[in-house]
């Protein structure tokens, strides 16, 4: 059964950057048509998707965040990564890891088919 | 951006009734790219349907969803005590997806 275990920091200080891992288990993240993404929950804007990542590369980021998000995936060790730079107050949130799954050709149509537990991250000095 | 509105906010109802949640749209989800999740206190949500109506895996029968256009319907036929969550629903028609603010189904 597919399991994703997010790991990082839950305190980050304002300005610098968040960087989160998802350790993928009971399956591979190469070689399938999934991608790999990562989702955050804050009480007062509630779900909001970051972004998703193909196994070969291919990215999709929400244009919100785009200028300021990464996301990378190594195969080898069959987990995948979120980078957030310039954090504020507002990125406080608990940050999901998924596995996305894309309609079609491409993957700009997507649901989320497996979570992670999630991760509480708090921005404050 | 599509917006979802969820209606009610909060529900109560008791073990064995009928519990019928509500989605809206702002504009017209093609294709029915509509789905449902289930979110338990402390924990991820967790996918139950997609498409509008099809069941995930292992998502018991009493689960169903229906609607189409901008009008969504998640169904729950007979509540169990473990049903008792809050439900969200998320547009993949267009990107950004977007999600519904929630429904608290809440035992009476």
Same mark, same amino acid.
């Given at each position: 059964?597919?399991?994703?275990?997010?790991?990082?920091?839950?305190?980050?200080?304002?300005?610098?950057?968040?960087?989160?891992?998802?350790?993928?288990?009971?399956?591979?993240?190469?070689?399938?048509?999934?991608?790999?993404?990562?989702?955050?929950?804050?009480?007062?804007?509630?779900?909001?998707?970051?972004?998703?990542?193909?196994?070969?590369?291919?990215?999709?980021?929400?244009?919100?965040?785009?200028?300021?998000?990464?996301?990378?995936?190594?195969?080898?060790?069959?987990?995948?990564?979120?980078?957030?730079?310039?954090?504020?107050?507002?990125?406080?949130?608990?940050?999901?890891?998924?596995?996305?799954?894309?309609?079609?050709?491409?993957?700009?149509?997507?649901?989320?088919?497996?979570?992670?537990?999630?991760?509480?991250?708090?921005?404050?000095? | 951006?599509?917006?979802?509105? %969820?209606? /009610?906010?909060?529900?109560?109802?008791?073990?064995?009734? @009928? !519990? $019928?949640?509500?989605?809206?749209?702002?504009?017209?989800?093609?294709?029915?790219?509509?789905?449902?999740?289930?979110?338990?206190?402390? %924990?991820? /949500?967790?996918?139950?349907?997609?498409?509008?109506?099809? @069941? !995930? $895996?292992?998502?018991?029968?009493?689960?169903?969803?229906?609607?189409?256009?901008?009008?969504?319907?998640?169904?729950?036929?007979?509540?169990?005590?473990?049903?008792?969550?809050?439900?969200?629903?998320?547009?993949? !028609? $267009?990107?950004?997806?977007?999600?519904?603010?929630?429904?608290?189904?809440?035992?009476?």
């Amino acid at each position: 059964q597919l399991q994703l275990q997010e790991s990082g920091p839950g305190l980050v200080k304002p300005s610098e950057t968040l960087a989160l891992t998802c350790s993928v288990s009971g399956g591979s993240i190469s070689g399938t048509y999934y991608y790999w993404g990562w989702i955050r929950q804050t009480p007062g804007k509630g779900l909001e998707w970051i972004g998703h990542m193909s196994y070969t590369g291919t990215t999709y980021y929400n244009p919100s965040l785009e200028r300021r998000v990464t996301i990378s995936i190594d195969t080898s060790k069959n987990h995948f990564s979120l980078r957030l730079r310039s954090l504020t107050a507002a990125d406080t949130a608990v940050y999901y890891c998924a596995r996305v799954h894309p309609i079609g050709v491409g993957a700009t149509r997507y649901y989320f088919e497996n979570w992670g537990q999630g991760t509480l991250v708090s921005v404050s000095s | 951006e599509i917006v979802l509105t %969820q209606s /009610p906010g909060t529900v109560s109802l008791s073990p064995g009734e @009928r !519990a $019928t949640l509500s989605c809206r749209a702002s504009q017209s989800v093609s294709s029915n790219y509509l789905a449902w999740y289930q979110q338990k206190p402390g %924990q991820a /949500p967790s996918l139950l349907i997609y498409g509008a109506s099809s @069941r !995930a $895996t292992d998502i018991p029968d009493r689960f169903s969803g229906s609607g189409s256009g901008t009008d969504f319907t998640l169904t729950i036929s007979r509540l169990e005590p473990e049903d008792f969550a809050v439900y969200y629903c998320q547009q993949y !028609a $267009t990107s950004p997806c977007s999600f519904g603010q929630g429904t608290k189904l809440e035992i009476k």
